[in-house]
């Protein structure tokens, strides 16, 4: 990809800011070739990727290196976009929302500084990636298990700062951070929680502060970049059993919700219940070719011959309970009678105790893969995909009206149907993965006027999307509009405070620095 | 419709969130440890090829993982053995042709930057692949 330069730095000033990075990071981690910016590229973009060009990367080893690049962006006025693992695929991979913005790749900050199977708990750098903190437990025979995302090849730490969420009792990521270790826009190096004070061995252990706790203050965030964090950890379990039903109708999902939301929210249930459609399995199956042959969207009648010759229900519930053999079997039995209630097939019941193989796939026990990304070959082609992801009340109310409208919207742009709703107690994240050829033109023009409408749609029915790729960032967060935007003032009086030349991630979520606000680009993403 | 892909897709490992997914499907492969990192300069020549691939590439590329499941697949489809997904086991891989696709990306899979892969461990990990030659 050509050089874009970052706005209002000419060229011979970005290469003297190129060479002064080189002296703090040293030659070979400043990346500044065309195949470097490819390699930077958002491989799913919806489009060109030169819509969201880097200008460069650079990629610091240690907390003292990020600090001198911060203060050397200040200095040539040249912004920054920190990326742990760059792996946010379907939300912009490791593009940066403004063109010209120079990459912080913190993947060479891959240290697992302490890891405690007492308490539960690790502290990490934002290169670590799942696979490498699992290996890591795995070869301790740490008694600890993590929770990890659909697609686990990314970051630990950037999954949790970017709101990523798992399957497991500590499925929510971001609640299970404690303790962060921060530089800020201007340099400046600050730890929150209990880590304001040096020292201190609470640190990532007490989730509060003495004080305003800022912790969230950097999640989805650009003020600031996190270096380091204490991240909370399940205790392995001496025994789980996993509960699994094919829900036979699409409708179902109304009672599925209002048994299990109350369940999970009384405790009978503690893991975050992930309720796939049945497109969901089909797609590790093989290519969209292979099962309809019609540029359209799958209709119903062939819909539901695939769930006959495939044995599928149009959901599949799986439920997983940790602990002691005994109080899983009570749970257990609680659960199959609300079932029971509803449905007259028997639970698929899958027991396993310490010592026993982990599957490889089963991200409800915590075992990282990236097999969920085979979905990119759907389509064919370069394929791609994008999540729509509203939060709902998990009642069946909000529940089947969310699915109702994505559906019909979704049906009006023939596009095929993939829903999933991730219970995780008071609320679903309704996740709909919308899968495209990135080098059909008409595709990618049809999934970004669908994808428009499914966040002006959603937000007038009263939910909005708790993450977004790049190029919705502005549109999403213009229906976070509660009193003429007031959220959006706070954001952007606090961006200004901390971050003068608007330095760090320009654009993140939809926040503009003074600096770039007019890069902001209001209404619908054409 | 008729499915096309019944018969072959058995021989996959096809599996969804811990559960058999085809009757008579093998059990999926245990999670495979990926080797840790060689030490030493990662700018540097030199080091273990057979360990920086596992490591680098392992994520996807080992058995079970999302590359080797896409590849085996295509593979069947041109008539060559499912083992052949395997990276690992291909004989027809050229280390330009490696280090085209790993800088530039194939279909699903994306390229990987220099902080990912650097040129000298790409090159190491092309010569150790790349078994029919330049």
Sequence with gaps: MKLTLPPRVSLERFHQALNAFEGVVGKGWVLATDEDRDAYADLYAPGSEAEWPAAAAVAPASVEEVRAVVRLANEFKTPLWPTSRGKNLGYGASAPRMPGTIVLDLGRMSRILEWDTDLGYCVLEPGVGFFDLYEHLQRAQAPLWMSVPGNAWGSVLGNALDHGIGYTPYGLHSRNLCGLEVVLPDGDLMRTGMGAMDGNHSWHLFPSSFGPDWTHMFTQSNLGVVTKAGLWLQPAPEASLLLTWDIPREEDIGWVIDTLAPLKISGVIDQNVFIPSWLGKIVLLGQRRDFWDQPGAMPDSRVQELLREHRLGYWQVQVRFYGSESVNRARADILKAAFRRHLDAPPQETAWQAGDPLSQYDVTMGVPSAVALQMGDWVGGRGAHMGFSPVVPATSKHVMAQLRRSREIIAAHDVDFYASFTLSGRFATNINMLMYDRDNPRQVANIRKLFNALIGETARAGYGEYRTHLGWMDPVSDTFDFNGHAQRRLNERVKDALDPNGILAPGKQGVWPKAFRASRSGGEKT | ?134
């Design chain 2, 1 to 134: 419709m008729k499915t096309r892909l019944a018969g072959r897709a058995m021989a996959v490992w096809v599996i969804a969130a811990g559960v058999a997914w085809a009757d008579g499907a093998p059990p999926p492969p245990p999670y495979q440890m990926r080797a840790p990192l060689p030490e030493g300069d990662r700018l540097v020549p030199g080091r273990d090829a057979d360990a920086l691939f596992s490591n680098r590439c392992g994520a996807c590329h080992l058995a079970g993982g999302m590359g080797t499941n896409i590849l085996t697949k295509e593979r069947m489809a041109l008539g060559a053995p499912p083992e052949s997904g395997l990276l690992v086991n291909r004989s027809d891989l050229t280390r330009s042709y490696i280090t085209t696709v790993v800088r530039h990306g194939k279909r699903a899979m994306p390229s990987l930057s220099r902080v990912e892969v650097t040129d000298a461990e790409l090159a190491a990990i092309a010569r150790w692949l790349g078994k029919a030659g330049e």
